[in-house]
């Protein structure tokens, strides 16, 4: 496996010195061949990603405890990449003298300027990429925070409506029992008016029984 990513080393080295020395020419070209050569550069910086992403595919079969030194290279090749992609894409803008000042009718001093503002600007669209990346950025982990929260409340409504089911089956449970105590009293006070009743025919009999017998001569 090292075999293959030394090989993918190797054709990257070439390419991004090839690369490297096709940019620095674009800026004084003609337009028409610096046309062909921005083409050209373009299609060798896809060669050279496409060589990147084999070279990461290779690096994630090695075993973790030998990946931390090729994953250092490969940081240094990516951030290579990146330097090499920022200069071609000033080259593109960086016209030579003589073909600004006839595209600018203007002097050195001007087409100057006017090649300082443009890198200028080329400088604030990459710092608002930036800024555009760290928003996205921003905007997924507020995404994810909000599916937590979402997922977090849905449990919770899962939770309040298990607890309503109990507070219902309680509710149920306590009317039951309440009938049944209902019940139970309502017996108790007809036993206790049975004996009552019982209890004063009883009184009112012995009365009787006395009366009767302190009238016989």
Request: zero cysteines.
């Amino acid at each position: 496996m090292s075999s293959d990513f030394e090989g993918y080393e190797q054709d990257f080295a070439v390419l991004t010195a090839e690369v490297t020395g096709k940019i620095a020419r674009v800026p004084r070209l003609p337009p028409e061949e610096k046309k062909q050569m921005v083409a050209n550069v373009e299609k060798q910086l896809e060669e050279a990603k496409e060589l990147l992403e084999q070279m990461d595919l290779e690096v994630r079969e090695i075993p973790p405890q030998s990946r931390g030194m090729y994953s250092n290279r490969m940081r240094s090749y990516k951030q290579e990449m990146g330097k090499l992609e920022k200069d071609f894409k000033r080259s593109r803008i960086a016209y030579s003298d003589e073909v600004r000042n006839e595209l600018l009718g203007d002097d050195g001093n001007s087409s100057e300027n006017q090649r300082a503002h443009l890198l200028d600007n080329t400088e604030r669209l990459e710092r608002s990429s930036r800024r555009l990346e760290a928003g996205y950025q921003i905007a997924v982990e507020t995404e994810q925070i909000g599916q937590e929260m979402l997922e977090n409340l849905s449990h919770d409504r899962e939770k309040i409506q298990r607890a309503r089911e109990r507070l219902r089956e309680t509710d149920a449970n306590l009317g039951k029992s309440s009938r049944i105590l209902t019940g139970m009293l309502r017996r108790i006070i007809q036993n206790r008016i049975l004996i009552v009743s019982l209890a004063i025919v009883v009184v009112i009999t012995i009365l009787m029984a006395i009366i009767f017998s302190v009238r016989r001569p």
